[in-house]
C-alpha cells in the first residue's frame, strides 16, 4: 500500500522568500504524485501532478515540484512566495496499476510574515 | 469550471441524531463520487467511494451503517451520519471525478459537531 509522509507541520516563511515543502512517498512501482492547495473555506485544488516524463513539473500559481524517485520524493516548490499562498498543502500519492485514489500526507501548513 | 459545493459548511446537531452532506457537482456530471474525513492537522481519509446508480464501497473500518452514502443522480451524493455521537464530530470532505480518472475535484467541506 502507497503512503505519504510530509515531515514538517508548519513551514514559515518571510513574504518574497523562497520555499520547499517537503514529501515522500512509499511505493513499490512508479507512482501518481499530486500537490494540493486548501484555503478556509475552500476545496482542495490541484496544484501540480505526476504521472511519467520529466521529472520536473510546473504547476498553477508558479509552483514546481522535482520527483526524486533515488529519494522517494516530490519536494514542491517556489522561488518567491506571496502572502496569498498562505495554506494548508497536501501531498498525495495513487497508485498508478489502480483506480487514481490518492492517499494523502497529513499536510503542510505555510505561514507567510509580511 | 469543475465545481463542487457541499451543504451545509457547518452543522451542529445533538448526539443521538441524525445529519445529512449534500454534495453535489454543479457544472459536471459525475458517475463517482468520494468522502473524506479529516481530523485537526491531519490527513484526509477516504471513507467511501460512491459510484451513481450502485452501492457505496466503503474503507476498511467504516461503519456502513453509521455512514449512509447515496448517489441518487450524477450530480448529487449525500452522506447521512446516523445516530450522531460526539467522537463523529470532524470536517468532512466530498471530492467528484472529472472526465479523467485522476481529476478530483473538491467541496469546500461541511464541518460537523455533535454535541
Known amino acids: 500500500a502507497q503512503s505519504v509522509t510530509q515531515p514538517d507541520i508548519h513551514i514559515t516563511v518571510s513574504e518574497g522568500a523562497s520555499l520547499e515543502l517537503r514529501c515522500n512517498y512509499s511505493?513499490?512501482?512508479?507512482?501518481?504524485l499530486f500537490w494540493y492547495v486548501q484555503s478556509p473555506g475552500q476545496g482542495l485544488q490541484l496544484l501540480l501532478k505526476?504521472?511519467?516524463?520529466?521529472?520536473l513539473v510546473q504547476g498553477i500559481k508558479g509552483f514546481e515540484a522535482e520527483f526524486k524517485r533515488s529519494q522517494s520524493s516530490f519536494n514542491l516548490r517556489k522561488p518567491s512566495v506571496h502572502w496569498s499562498d498562505a495554506a494548508e498543502y497536501f501531498c498525495?500519492?495513487?497508485?498508478?496499476?489502480?483506480?487514481?485514489?490518492?492517499?494523502f500526507g497529513r499536510g503542510t501548513s505555510l505561514i507567510v510574515h509580511p | 469550471g469543475a465545481v463542487v459545493s457541499q451543504h451545509p459548511s457547518w452543522v451542529i446537531c445533538k448526539s443521538g441524531t441524525s445529519v445529512k452532506i449534500e454534495c453535489r457537482s454543479l457544472?459536471?456530471?459525475?458517475?463517482?463520487m468520494f468522502w473524506y474525513r479529516q481530523f485537526p492537522k491531519q490527513s484526509l481519509m477516504l471513507m467511501a467511494t460512491?459510484?451513481?446508480?450502485?452501492?457505496?464501497?466503503?474503507e476498511q473500518g467504516v461503519e456502513k451503517d453509521k455512514f449512509l452514502i447515496n448517489h441518487a443522480s450524477l450530480t448529487l451524493s449525500t452522506l447521512t451520519v446516523t445516530s450522531a455521537h460526539p467522537e463523529d464530530s470532524s470536517f468532512y470532505i466530498c471530492?467528484?471525478?472529472?472526465?479523467?480518472?485522476?481529476?478530483?475535484?473538491f467541496g469546500p467541506g461541511t464541518r460537523l459537531t455533535v454535541t
Open positions: 471530492s467528484a471525478r472529472g472526465e479523467r480518472e485522476y481529476e478530483q475535484y
Open positions: 511505493y513499490g512501482a512508479t507512482p501518481y
Open positions: 505526476y504521472f511519467s516524463g520529466d521529472t
Open positions: 498525495a500519492v495513487g497508485a498508478s496499476g489502480g483506480s487514481y485514489i490518492p492517499t
Open positions: 457544472d459536471f456530471q459525475a458517475t463517482t
Open positions: 460512491s459510484n451513481e446508480g450502485s452501492k457505496a464501497t466503503y
